[in-house]
């Protein structure tokens, strides 16, 4: 398997299959657009953050490899070992002329191997290197490498395998294969990890993975399984054996005599481990785990710890279905978000001469995102103080990290998979001499020949797409911006991943610009555009950036928003709610925001991309990809390769049309629709946590979609499914996208329902079946009935049933919204409605409900709005203590006081940030201590209960609910006990609080050291 620790997806993903087929053709001659004029004031180039302080450097300039995995320097020897695919091992000699790389082993010629039945086998990656302590004595050397039989998709139990060889030295050293030692064997997948390294102690540490493909998470249901080897840290004694075994276990590992636990491990709940180190002052075993769909994990490894895949992934929970191992799990030291990383990789604590200023800290880096940071690790190895370290980029992105090497002085060197080529660090002269100053204004890019009328300059080009996002009424103008007479080179490729499609793939020049401005019409007539922003996103030459730039209120000028991203009220005009007009919150998105959406397995543009630009034109012949081609913006490159024979069917189906356009059928639309606004996220590897696939592309028996039972829970929906065909009213996706709070999708910078979107979606569901779902009949019956009814209280006791189900509540604001209801009826149920206490109810009814004051949290909060607001610790106190609104000393305890169902807060200043408490009064379910994860009991008469477990033992369990009661169940009396997936702190706590007053108990919070 691949190399890369995602590697199933990495094998199909990112290598370039090339076709050859023609640009589908259109019907019709295409019109030759007026050839291109140059764009000669690209002044959006480097960054508006200060340059890095190092940079990455060739060594060798003569060695070069093809698509290398692992590096290590032998003890005692200045030469570098680096393994190639199908099991390739090189020694780079350093050299006066630029280096020399000799091949030193060759498995698939000099060590053929069959498996049991005689067929053979194929060694694919030497994924560990390690030399044993006396290597100068002793010449022994440890591989770990993978076999695969010759049929595809076939894995074998023993096909990881970790052996010992001898060396013998010499100008070029020889290992004699035949010399192999089998030393211990697992499973083969996807995420294999199996790193080597030797300890302070001595012994061997192996990493292994799950042993499973990309998603579903942990197939083999293994992460928390300790009957076997995988998704575990190994440590074993080489230097001794037992009977039948060629090592030894040693007798202070943890689980020695735990029944049925292997006795090897050392640590385990780890999805892909790859590439673990010693730190050579503390003896400190350093990992990088890498994540699924939403974090990439640092661990500095304890002795027995567990780290919680699958039932968690870092922070957040996964497999809550599955029985956690023995011990608690341990959260990460550092969980990186997907918007900063995306495939791990481990590095070393840094221990050299050459810069004094790195000493002691942990250098790492990310295969996916082409970044390296350094951390200052924390005395203590707590979650409590993971948020809080402090890390640093160390260089621009500009190689693909596969892995770090440490040489005997403790300097690192870094091997570049794609170039195949090692690199070293060196000082960034350029960050000392300083660069061009990064444009903090519109009139400062070059983009436009005039800002305030918003014209943009010569060369550059509108850019039209064929579906919308939406984005709470707001509509949006692009532009593409290619410096000089540079040309955008499309390739045909295609992505073998399941459900996959051919597509193009583009590449930009550097210091391409995409120029997106969004713009909501006017409060005073509802129809002059209000210019909000305008976004930018820059191609560095490595990597595509996101920047937005904020309009000032005379429509003159925009200026860059910071790093951390902005929020604003604006008053705009709603016919449809109270009064005519309503307030909304606008989200400036931070640098990171723009790449939660722009992400590397969406190819980072969102609107530039085949599916957007292969529609054909309205009233034009051909489509606007043609169009670019005809300009000269654009330029093909095809392989000399024939297609597939399917390859125009998945064209077909990938192409996007306008979700609102009839002349498509309501499918085609549809699914348009949920690719435009959804398939950034839902795709995969795209970051979304609900395992569906939402392009357009997929066959919609292919997307997860229909029937499935929704894994990030039903919302209060009964019986529900992602997508009831048929049925929406008991389909989550149609909930998500028609509630205004908990759960709304898209969760990003959207607080109002997009009604036309809705109604597609709707009608899209309920084609899928010829019987419409059996509740919608009663619903229709209750309100045909109620219709007839004279006098509010009668139609409120037939209401009543609907209200009582979410899935009817669903129906009936749909019916509100479509305005099936009039007059007195419609009044009564809008009256009956702002009477609820329930927001899950009130969200699906509030363009109908008056908006709240816009100085209110809600129920879709902006913190910006919050932390721009100076807090009052002492107004915060009362609030803390009084308010039975929040009631948080029922779960907290400060100092002596308050209850234990949640985590102390006396120092919780000292340990989180202001926007960490923020965050965590907000997103209480974003991170979750496990020690406070709530569970639900279903005991055997059918009652229950949910709460944080307080004890449990072979006899009893003790739950504590949200208001701290205690109840006690004996273990007979327990039918199912289950993990939830929510904080038992509700979602939505601050949403009746004012900005100010949010202000107030943060700055409290902080004020706990």
């Known amino acids: 398997m691949s190399p890369n620790r995602r590697t199933s997806w990495f094998l199909v993903a990112f290598p370039v299959v090339w076709l050859c087929f023609a640009w589908r053709a259109q019907a019709g001659e295409v019109a030759k657009p007026a050839p291109r004029i140059p764009w000669t004031t690209p002044f959006v180039t480097g960054s508006p953050e200060p340059p890095p302080k190092y940079k990455s450097v060739r060594m060798f300039p003569n ?61 694919t990656y030497i994924y560990g290197v390690a030399f044993h302590p006396k290597f100068a004595e002793n010449g022994r050397v440890y591989l770990a490498y993978t076999v695969v039989p010759p049929k595809p998709g076939v894995h074998l139990e023993d096909g990881t395998r970790v052996s010992c060889f001898q060396v013998t030295p010499g100008e070029i050293p020889k290992i004699d294969l035949q010399s192999e030692e089998l030393v211990i064997t697992f499973h083969e997948g996807g995420h294999n990890g199996a790193c080597l390294e030797f300890g302070p102690d001595g012994c061997l540490y192996i990493s292994t993975g799950d042993g499973g493909e990309a998603s579903p998470p942990d197939q083999r249901n293994t992460g928390q399984d300790n009957s076997d080897l995988l998704s575990c840290i190994l440590r074993i004694n080489v230097d001794e054996k037992e009977p039948g075994r060629n090592y030894l276990v040693p007798k202070d590992n943890p689980f020695v005599d735990v029944p049925g636990v292997r006795p090897e491990i050392w640590a385990y709940g780890l999805r892909n481990p790859w590439k673990m180190s010693f730190d050579r002052a503390t003896g400190a075993l350093w990992v990088g785990d890498i994540g699924w769909e939403l974090w990439e994990m640092v661990y500095r490894v304890e002795r027995g710890a567990n780290y919680g895949w699958s039932v968690t992934e870092g922070p957040q929970p996964v497999r809550v ?252 005009k709603d016919a449809r709610a109270p009064g005519g007009g309503r307030v909304l919150h606008w989200t400036f998105s931070s640098r990171s925001q723009c790449m939660t959406c722009h992400t590397p397995w969406a190819e980072s543009m969102l609107a530039f991309n085949s599916s957007q630009l292969l529609t054909p034109l309205a009233g034009e012949a051909g489509n606007r990809l043609d169009q670019f081609e005809q300009s000269g913006l ?273 120092q919780i200043g000292q340990r989180r940030r202001r926007d960490e408490l923020l965050d965590s009064l907000l997103n209480p379910s974003s991170v979750v201590d496990p020690k406070f994860a709530m569970y639900a009991v279903q005991t055997v008469d059918g009652r229950v209960l949910s709460g944080v477990l307080a004890e449990r033992n072979a006899n009893a369990l003790t739950l504590r609910d949200a208001k701290g009661d205690v109840h006690e169940f004996a273990v007979k009396e327990v039918e199912e006990l289950k993990p939830q997936r929510a904080s038992i702190m509700p979602e939505g706590l601050l949403k009746d609080l004012t900005l100010q007053e949010a202000a107030d108990l943060v700055a409290y919070l902080e004020s706990l050291r």
């Not at 070069?64 to 570098?80: A, C, H, K, S, Y």
């Not at 280096?99 to 082993?105: S, T, V």
């Not at 009052?872 to 308050?898: F, M, W």
């Open 63 to 123: 060695v070069q490899f093809r698509n290398p995995v692992t590096i290590e320097m032998p003890p005692g020897d200045p030469r570098w070992w680096v393994s190639e695919p199908e099991a390739k091992l090189y020694v780079v000699t350093p050299t006066e002329d630029g280096g020399r790389a000799d091949l030193i082993a060759d498995f698939n010629r000099d060590l053929p191997m069959t498996g049991k039945e005689g067929e053979k086998l194929r060694v």
């Open 321 to 572: 279905d599955l029985p956690a191992g023995p011990q608690p799990v341990t959260p990460p030291l550092l969980a990186l978000p997907h918007t900063a990383a995306a495939s791990i990789t481990g590095g070393f604590v840094y221990r050299g001469k050459k810069f004094p200023e790195l000493v002691g800290k942990y250098v790492f880096g990310d295969w996916e995102t082409h970044r390296i940071w350094s951390l200052v690790p924390p005395e203590r190895n707590d979650a409590s103080d993971a948020k809080s370290l402090e890390l640093m980029d160390l260089s621009a992105p500009s190689i693909r990290i596969i892995d770090f090497g440490q040489d005997h002085d403790g300097e690192l060197v870094i091997l570049d998979y794609d170039a195949g080529t090692i690199h070293t660090l060196e000082r960034n002269d350029a960050a000392e001499r300083g660069t061009r100053p990064f444009p903090r204004t519109l009139s400062e890019t070059g983009l436009f020949a005039s800002v305030e009328k918003h014209e943009v300059a010569a060369g550059i080009v509108p850019l039209k797409i064929a579906a919308e996002q939406w984005m709470d009424g707001a509509t949006a103008e692009r532009f593409v911006a290619v410096p000089n007479d540079g040309v955008i080179r499309g390739h045909r490729v295609a992505k073998q991943t399941p459900g996959s499609m051919f597509r193009r793939h583009f590449e930009f020049p550097k210091d391409s610009v995409l120029v997106k401005t969004i713009s909501l019409p006017d409060e005073g007539t509802g129809e002059r555009p209000r210019r909000i922003e305008t976004q930018l996103l820059h191609f560095d030459g490595a990597q595509w950036l996101g920047y937005t730039y904020r309009w000032n209120d005379a429509q003159s000028e925009a200026s860059l928003v910071p790093e951390e991203g902005d929020e604003a009220i604006f008053a705009v």
């Open 634 to 906: 654009l330029v093909r490159q095809e392989p000399a390769k024939a297609p597939p024979k399917n390859q125009s069917r998945w064209d077909e189906e990938s192409v996007l049309v306008p979700p609102f356009d009839e002349s498509h059928s309501i499918e085609h639309r549809a699914r348009s629709y949920l690719d435009a606004n959804c398939a950034h996220c839902h795709r995969f590897g795209g970051g979304g946590t609900a395992q569906i696939d939402l392009r357009a592309g997929i066959p919609v028996e292919r997307t997860k979609l229909l029937d499935e039972v929704p894994t990030k829970g039903e919302l209060g929906l009964k019986n529900a499914k992602i997508v009831w065909p048929g049925n929406p009213y008991r389909s989550v996706l149609f909930l998500r996208m028609a509630t205004c709070g908990r759960g709304r999708m898209p969760h990003l910078a959207s607080e109002l329902v997009d009604q036309q979107g809705l109604l597609l979606i709707e009608a899209w569901i309920r084609l899928m079946s010829k019987e419409p779902g059996g509740d919608e009949f009663m619903y229709n019956a209750v309100l045909s009935a109620t219709a007839k009814m004279q006098g509010r209280e009668a139609r409120r006791g037939l209401l009543a049933p609907i209200l009582n189900d979410l899935g009817g509540t669903l129906y009936l604001a749909r019916v509100l919204d479509r305005g099936r209801l009039r007059g007195e009826l419609a009044e009564d149920v809008v009256a009956l409605i702002g009477e609820q206490s329930d927001p899950d109810i009130r969200n699906l009814f509030a363009a109908h409900l008056p908006a709240p004051p816009a100085d209110r949290v809600g129920t879709v909060p902006r913190p910006r709005l919050v932390l721009n607001l100076t807090g009052d610790p002492a107004r915060g106190r009362e609030l803390y203590q009084t308010s039975k609104t929040l009631n948080c000393r029922v779960c907290h305890r400060i100092g002596n006081e308050g209850g234990v169902v949640g985590p102390e807060l006396t």
